[in-house]
């Protein structure tokens, strides 16, 4: 059983209409009724979690992770261990697994190939999300990796996903997509890695405004995706260092393989997975390049690009600069101007703008 009072989004937000969990969480939490799960797969904020007390969690995302903990520990709950979809399920089996289904339909092929190899005729393979999340195509993936899929009437707007394992079946892995740029730069995009088909037009036009930087200059490609804005930029400057960020874990790995594909190492950058730009040093850095999410956990909004922004000003030293990629009818040049006192429109099209801020 949820207790709402004692769960919270991380970060916070000031909208008091977002919840922690959904109906989704509700639904799968009331069907397993206190059976014992071995993982839990996306777990926005912990919700599933704290009611279901897992052994194992898998996400993707940082951010969720650190939620997760926070309010396993807000409630008393004991903690569990942590996997990413880069990494082995620590177990030889799995018994029941609940997976809350994903926004990107790669991530969920990509999760689902992950568990099957520990999956058995017994297994419980129960996925949960809202009705607008479940489409067809969510069902043939289920199917296709790891068996027969029927789902359950739909409850508040949520269903659920029932999945049997077929031995039988030899899914084959997809490939990581790869394009390549007329700039000779090679893009390697795993799993869940934002326009992973092509480049999207937000990136090009940044791509198609990047300021002169200097050799030796310090630069951080903030929500660094398959890692183009960086990778572009490392071609051209000498010395410094660049250094990718992103809240996923596939999107650093495949930051980290396009700039490996385009130079043949990784010399100068180093590739991090983080809550923004948590734990890096104040003033020091020369230049943030940021393509900001305008969603989090399926929820438009600008909130986590004002974190981005905000981080972003502390890292920067004095006379760094912050560029930015949006749509315009966010209007990211008040929050910039406001936070950093100045803000100068680089270049935009109909549907997006890039702008500069120093510090």
């Not at 183009?228 to 996923?248: K, M, P, T």
């Not at 650093?252 to 734990?279: C, K, M, N, P, Q």
Request: glycine content about 6%; charged content about 20%.
């Amino acid at each position: 059983m949820l207790e709402p009072e004692n769960l919270q989004r991380f970060p916070l937000t000031k909208n008091p209409t977002l919840r922690a969990w959904d109906a989704a969480d509700e639904y799968v939490i009331d069907f397993l009724a206190g059976q014992p799960v071995d993982l839990v797969v996306n777990d926005a904020f912990g919700a599933l979690a704290v009611a279901l007390s897992p052994a194992m969690s898998l996400t993707d995302s940082v951010t969720a992770q650190v939620a997760t903990e926070l309010n396993l520990e807000r409630n008393g709950r004991p903690p569990v261990a942590f996997m990413t979809p880069l990494d082995p399920l620590d177990t030889s089996w799995l018994n029941t697994v609940v997976i809350k289904i994903p926004k990107t339909l790669s991530l969920l092929e990509h999760e689902l190939h992950q568990i099957r190899p520990l999956l058995s005729e017994d297994s419980v393979v129960v996925g949960a999300g809202m009705v607008k999340h479940v489409h067809t195509s969510t069902l043939e993936t289920f199917e296709r990796v790891i068996g027969p899929t029927t789902t359950s009437l739909a409850k508040k707007k949520a269903r659920l996903v029932h999945a049997r394992f077929d031995r039988s079946l030899a899914p084959a892995r997809p490939a990581p997509v790869r394009l390549q740029l007329d700039s000779g730069v090679t893009l390697v995009n795993l799993a869940n890695v934002f326009s992973r088909e092509k480049l999207d037009v937000g990136t090009r036009l940044l791509l198609d405004s990047l300021p002169t930087v200097p050799d030796g200059s310090d630069v951080v490609d903030l929500g660094c995706g398959n890692g183009a804005i960086g990778i572009v930029l490392a071609r051209r400057f000498v010395g410094g260092s660049i250094q990718f960020s992103d809240v996923s874990h596939l999107a650093v790995a495949s930051a980290a393989a396009s700039y490996e594909a385009t130079f043949g190492s990784v010399d100068r950058a180093t590739f991090v997975a983080r809550h923004i730009l948590e734990g890096m040093v104040a003033s020091s850095v020369d230049f943030v390049f940021d393509n900001p999410p305008f969603h989090d956990q399926q929820v438009v909004g600008d909130e986590v690009a004002w974190r981005m922004f905000v981080e972003s000003r502390r890292v920067l030293r004095p006379g760094g600069e912050l560029r930015v990629v949006g749509n315009r009818h966010l209007g990211y040049h008040t929050k910039l101007k406001r936070l950093f006192g100045n803000c100068e429109t680089v270049s935009s099209n109909k549907k997006f703008v890039v702008l500069s801020a120093r510090r």
